[in-house]
C-alpha cells in the first residue's frame, strides 16, 4: 500500500469507528444533556416540627431522598399544624395534597380497622421483630393491602424501640388503680386500658403535655424518656412506670401517594423505598443510644421516680390484652388475616429470640 492510500485507508477507519461511536454515544450524551425531570414533593407529618427522634426521623427521610436522588426528588418537611392538622396526615397523602406523609399506623385505627396491628400490639412484637414480620414474614403486603383502597403506600418509617409504661401521679399497685383513670394511650392499648376500667384517650403529641398539666389528663403515655424529657412531662407527673406494655416496638410509617409514586423513573421509585428503609434502621439506632442518658437526666435533675409495674399488674394486663386483640382482629376480615399472619409469626419469632436474646440477655444480667 502506498504511504498516501494508508493515511486514506487510517483516516477512513478512523472516522467510521468516531462515527460509530458517535451513533453508540449520540442517544446517551442527549440524555444527558437533557435537563432531568425533578419532582417538588411534599411530607406531612403528625409531629411536632424537628421533634427529637420523630421529627428529625421525617426529616432525615426527606434528606435522605433530596441527597440520593441529587436533587431530582426536592422533599419540604411540615410539621403538625403546619399545612395540615397532626391527624389529617394520612387524608392529606391520600388525596395527593401532600405526596409523603410520617405517622403511626395506629392513629387510623378509625378509618382502617387493621392499621394498629402495623404499629403496635399490646404484649407483642418488638423492634426487631416487627422488622422482621414487615419485611420478611409478610407484613409489608398486608399492609399495602390495607393502604391500597386509600392510593396509598406505607413503609415501615422508623421504629422507637420499647416505650416507656407512661407518667402517673398515683402509683399503680394493682389493676384496680387503673379505674377512672383517664390516660392519653392510642391504639390497641388503648382498648385494654379501657377494659381495665380506664378511660383511654388519644391525642397528638403536641396536646399532651398542657392537657396532662391543666389535669385534663390523669396520666399519659408518649414514647421513652429521650422523647418525654424534651416534652418535659416530668413537670406535670411524679412517677414513671416501665414498661411500655402497650407498645413493645412500634412501627412508625412513611405513606406515599401512590399516584406520584407511579409518575417516578423507576430508579427514583428504588431511591425513595431505600431512603426510608434507611431511616427505618436510623431511627432505632439513635434511641436505643440516647433513651439512657435523656432517662438519668429525669431522674437525677428533674427527681423523677422510675418505678416498674407490678409483675401481677401486667399478667393482668396481658391477659386483658389478648382478649381485646383476639375481639378487635374479629372485627373486619382484613384485620382477621393480618392478626392471623402476625400471630403465626409471633409464635414462631419469639421461640427464636427466646433462644437467642433473651438467653443472652439472661446471661449478661447474671
Ligand atoms: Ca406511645
Redesign the pocket.
Known amino acids: 500500500m502506498k504511504r498516501r492510500e494508508f493515511i486514506g485507508a487510517v483516516a477512513g477507519a478512523t472516522a467510521a469507528t468516531a462515527m460509530t461511536a458517535y451513533s453508540n454515544e449520540a442517544p446517551q450524551q442527549q440524555a444527558a444533556m437533557q435537563p432531568q425531570q425533578t419532582f417538588k414533593w411534599k411530607m406531612v407529618t403528625t409531629w411536632p416540627k424537628n421533634f427529637p427522634g420523630l421529627g428529625t426521623g421525617a426529616n432525615n427521610i426527606a434528606k435522605l431522598i433530596t441527597e440520593m436522588s441529587g436533587g431530582r426528588i426536592d422533599v419540604k418537611v411540615y410539621g403538625a399544624g403546619e399545612l395540615v392538622g397532626a391527624f389529617e396526615v394520612f387524608d392529606a397523602v391520600s388525596r395527593g395534597n401532600a405526596q409523603l406523609g410520617h405517622a403511626g399506623a395506629y392513629y387510623w385505627k378509625g378509618k382502617i380497622p387493621s392499621a394498629a396491628f402495623f404499629s403496635a400490639v399490646p404484649f407483642g412484637l418488638t423492634a426487631q421483630e416487627m422488622n422482621a414480620w414487615m419485611y420478611y414474614g409478610g407484613g409489608l403486603e398486608l399492609w399495602e393491602e390495607a393502604y391500597k383502597p386509600f392510593g396509598l403506600i406505607p413503609n415501615p418509617g422508623g421504629n422507637s424501640g420499647t416505650?416507656m409504661g407512661g407518667w402517673f401521679n398515683k402509683e399503680i399497685n394493682s389493676i384496680d388503680d387503673l379505674k377512672g383513670l383517664k390516660m392519653r394511650i392510642?391504639g390497641l392499648g388503648g382498648e385494654v386500658l379501657k377494659r381495665a376500667g380506664g378511660i383511654p384517650v388519644t391525642l397528638p403529641g403536641g396536646e399532651i403535655f398542657p392537657s396532662l398539666q391543666s389535669g385534663a389528663l390523669d396520666a399519659t403515655?408518649?414514647?421513652g424518656p429521650y422523647n418525654d424529657l424534651a416534652f418535659g412531662l416530668y413537670k406535670a407527673a411524679k412517677y414513671y412506670y416501665t414498661p411500655?406494655w402497650h407498645?413493645p416496638g412500634?412501627t412508625m410509617e412513611c405513606m406515599i401517594n401512590e399516584k406520584a409514586f407511579n409518575e417516578l423513573p423507576a430508579d427514583l421509585q428504588s431511591i425513595v423505598r431505600n431512603a426510608i428503609k434507611v431511616a427505618n434502621a436510623d431511627m432505632l439506632s439513635e434511641y436505643t443510644a440516647r433513651n439512657q442518658q435523656a432517662l438519668q437526666t429525669l431522674i437525677n435533675e428533674h427527681k423523677v421516680e422510675l418505678k416498674h409495674f407490678p409483675d401481677s399488674v401486667l399478667k393482668q394486663l396481658k391477659d386483658i390484652a389478648i382478649q381485646v386483640v383476639e375481639e378487635e382482629a374479629a372485627k373486619d376480615p382484613l384485620s382477621t388475616k393480618v392478626w392471623a399472619s402476625q400471630k403465626a409469626f409471633k409464635e414462631q419469632v419469639m421461640q427464636w429470640t427466646g433462644n437467642s436474646e433473651q438467653a443472652f440477655l439472661k446471661a449478661r444480667s447474671l
Open positions: 416505650q392510642p403515655e408518649w414514647v411500655g407498645e412500634t
